[in-house]
Structures are given as C-alpha cells and as structure tokens.
C-alpha cells in the first residue's frame, strides 16, 4: 500500500475500536510526579551522566495524542494482560509486556523516536508482524517498531533523523479492524538482548496521555510484595529468555 492510499485506510478504524482496546489493556493509575520519575536502566556502556539528563527520544507519532489519534492502550511491564498470558505470549519476556502499546488507525504516520541508523526490516527474530523495523541509535540504544501496515521502504544502513516519517502503523490480524496499533520497544544496541521502559525515555507527559486513554490503570500484584512495578515508571529492565519475574503465588486481580 503506497503512503497516498493511507487515508482511506485510516477510515477502517472506528472509536468505537480505542475504546475497546483501553478495556482489554489495563494499566496502573498510581501517580507520579513528572519530576520526581527516574530513568529506566540503560545499557552498561552508557554513562551515569545519562541518567540525570532529560529523556532521550521523542514520540512515535508527530500527532498529538487523543480518541481521533492515537491512545496508550498497553503500557511496559508488569500488565495485567502480560501476566495472564506470562507462559505463553509473553514468556520470552520473562512474563513481562517488553514494549508499549499505542492504538491507532491504520496508516497512521509512525516517526524515528530518534537520530539512528536502520539496522531490521521485518525481522523474523523480534515477531511483531506483519512489518517491523529496527533503529540502532548512538546512545546505546535501539528502538523496535512493531505492527506495521507495509514494509517500510528503507534499507538497511540508511541514517534517519528524529521526527522522521519511517513507517506506517498498521494491525497484527491484519484486518485494520479488530486491534490495529503501533508496538514500540526500546533495546539494547547493539545485541537487542534486553529491553528497557519506554516511558521515562521519551520526552512526554505520560501521567496525562495515561488519563487520556479513559480506562482504570492497573499492572499485576504480588500480594507478597504488592507495591513492588506498580506504575508507569518503576517497571524493571528486561532480559530475552531469562526466568519469569512474575510467576507469583498469590496475585490479584487472579489469574483466572
């Protein structure tokens, strides 16, 4: 599909598909103040200096978000919906959503979160069909962009800048109908081995884009530690095939 038929793809998507994603994603609504959120955990070759600097990556879309845009319908971490599907979707995560989860209608415009060097097209090894696309960035960092209605027309070194149109979001069925949204991670460069919260990387005000989505915000309890990956920020660095971090005795709300 070529970038002037996206307006009649976009149409496919109703609201009524937003909201219906919000109900099935849920995410916590615990507070954080916007300066007083840390840093996820970066690569070992990055710097401490890093962690007191502003976020380093913009968002994925030069759209503002809203119900006629796009919505935060998955967050990073420790997800309700990660966690009953812990042994199966998600296992190779140790049980952990390793991205985030934007809705949006197909065709949406998705832009380079930053400057960096395409290194996958549709990729085999990360999944996240029916197109991907891989940045590797200066900073030690990669960004992964999942879901994609078409292969994007780059090739494999080309440098891109921030805010750069590199792809178009699209649906993993395919239909542009049952659950179409953007799928972003953000790894390690360059092994890919580990993933990071995107959230306190990207330049935004997320406590007001999680209100915006209209669902109750909650992530998966430990009820032997149950404040423990409660919110937007504090969710842990994964590693690609390691054990399950969240194989609980007891949790609530309960698995079945």
């Known amino acids: 599909m070529r970038l002037s038929e996206r307006t009649s793809r976009q149409r496919h998507l109703p609201k009524v598909i937003l909201l219906a994603c919000v109900g099935l994603w849920s995410f916590s609504s615990v507070p954080v103040g916007v300066n007083s959120r840390p840093h996820a955990a970066a690569p070992a070759q990055i710097s401490q200096a890093t962690h007191q600097q502003a976020p380093p990556f913009q968002l994925p879309f030069a759209l503002p978000p809203g119900p ?5 319908i998955q967050p990073y971490g420790n997800t309700v919906f990660a966690y009953r599907l812990k042994t199966s ?30 290194v996958e097209v549709d990729s085999l090894a990360h999944g996240a069909g029916p197109h991907n696309l ?6 030690g960092y990669a960004s992964f962009y999942g ?35 953007l799928h972003l991670e953000i790894r390690d460069a360059p092994s890919h081995r580990h993933a990071f919260n995107p959230i306190p990387l990207i330049d935004a005000d997320w406590n007001r884009i ?12 430990n009820l032997e530690a149950p404040q423990i990956w ?6 842990p660095e994964i590693t690609f095939g390691g054990e399950l971090l969240n194989a609980y005795k007891s949790a609530w709300p309960p698995e079945h």
């Open 230 to 235: 409660q919110n937007l920020y504090d969710q």
């Open 210 to 221: 999680a209100l915006a989505s209209g669902g109750p915000l909650r992530f998966e309890q």
């Open 89 to 118: 979707m998600y296992v190779s995560g140790q049980g952990f959503h390793f991205g985030i989860d934007l809705a949006a209608r197909c065709g949406t415009p998705v832009v380079a979160i930053g400057n960096g060097t395409v």
């Open 134 to 139: 891989t940045i590797n960035h200066a900073n």
């Open 147 to 181: 879901h994609l209605l078409e292969r994007p027309s780059l090739q494999l070194g080309q440098m891109v800048q921030a805010g750069q149109e590199v792809a178009l979001s699209g649906d993993p069925d395919g239909t542009c109908t049952s659950r179409p949204h």
């Open 68 to 72: 006629s845009t796009w919505l935060l």
